[in-house]
T-cell receptor, first 113, second 116 residues
C-alpha cells in the first residue's frame, strides 16, 4: 500500500526567510503524481504545487518549489520569502491511476513576523 | 466560476443516526471525491464518483455510501453513526483526465460532523 510520511509535525520560519517541508512516500508504482496542499484555519484545502513522477524537472510556482527525488521517494517543498499568509497546515499527497489521493499527517507551519 | 460548495457547514448527530452531506462541484467538473479528516490528521479517501458511478473506494465500511447526480452534485450518506465518525468531511471535484490521477482536485470548505 502506498503511504505518505511527513516527519515534521511543526515548523517555524521567520518572515522573508526560506523553509523546507519534508515528505517521503512509499510505492511500487512507476507512474503517479505528487501534490502539496495548504489548509489554512478556514479549512479549505488549496493546491500549492503538483509534480508528475515521469518529469525529472522540479515543479515551481512563484515562491514555492519542490525537490523531487524519485529514487529516494522524497518530495520536499521549499517556500522562499515566507509571508505571514503562508501560515497553515501543509499536506503532502500521492495519487496513482485508479486510486484516491493519499495524504500525509501534515506539517503545521508558523511564520514569525 | 463557482467553486466547490458543501452543506451544511456544521452538524451534530447522535450515535446510531444517519446523516447526509451535500457537495456541489465546480462548474465543468465531472468527478467528485470524498474525504474524512479526523482532528489533527490528514484527509483519508472515502470514495470517488465519475459520471454518477463509484469508481474508487478507500478503506471505509459499506455504511458509507454516496451518490452523484446528473448535474455532478454529490451526496455522502453515513448510516449507523459511530463516535469515531466525528470528523471534517471534505469533497473535492475535478475534471476527468486520461490518467485518472493527475488532475487537480478542488476542495470544498468541508462539513464538520460531531457524533455524540
Amino acid at each position: 500500500a502506498q503511504t505518505v510520511t511527513q516527519s515534521q509535525p511543526e515548523m517555524s520560519v521567520q518572515e522573508a526567510e526560506t523553509v523546507t517541508l519534508s515528505c517521503t512516500y512509499d510505492t511500487s508504482e512507476s507512474d503517479y503524481y505528487l501534490f502539496w496542499y495548504k489548509q489554512p484555519p478556514s479549512r479549505q484545502m488549496i493546491l500549492v504545487i503538483r509534480q508528475e513522477a515521469y518529469k525529472q524537472q522540479n515543479a515551481t510556482e512563484n515562491r514555492f518549489s519542490v525537490n523531487f527525488q524519485k529514487a529516494a521517494k522524497s518530495f520536499s517543498l521549499k517556500i522562499s520569502d515566507s509571508q505571514l499568509g503562508d501560515a497553515a497546515m501543509y499536506f503532502c499527497a500521492y495519487r496513482s491511476a485508479g486510486s484516491g489521493m493519499r495524504f500525509g499527517a501534515g506539517t503545521r507551519l508558523t511564520v514569525k513576523p | 466560476e463557482t467553486g466547490v460548495t458543501q452543506s451544511p457547514t456544521h452538524l451534530i448527530k447522535t450515535r446510531g443516526q444517519q446523516v447526509t452531506l451535500r457537495c456541489s462541484s465546480q462548474s465543468g467538473h465531472n468527478t467528485v471525491s470524498w474525504y474524512q479528516q479526523a482532528l489533527g490528521q490528514g484527509p483519508q479517501f472515502i470514495f470517488q464518483y465519475y459520471r454518477e458511478e463509484e469508481n474508487g473506494r478507500g478503506n471505509f465500511p459499506p455504511r458509507f455510501s454516496g451518490l452523484q447526480f446528473p448535474n455532478y452534485s454529490s451526496e455522502l450518506n453515513v448510516n449507523a453513526l459511530e463516535l469515531d465518525d466525528s470528523a471534517l468531511y471534505l469533497c473535492a471535484s475535478s475534471p476527468w483526465m486520461t490518467s485518472g490521477a493527475g488532475e487537480t482536485q478542488y476542495f470544498g470548505p468541508g462539513t464538520r460532523l460531531l457524533v455524540l
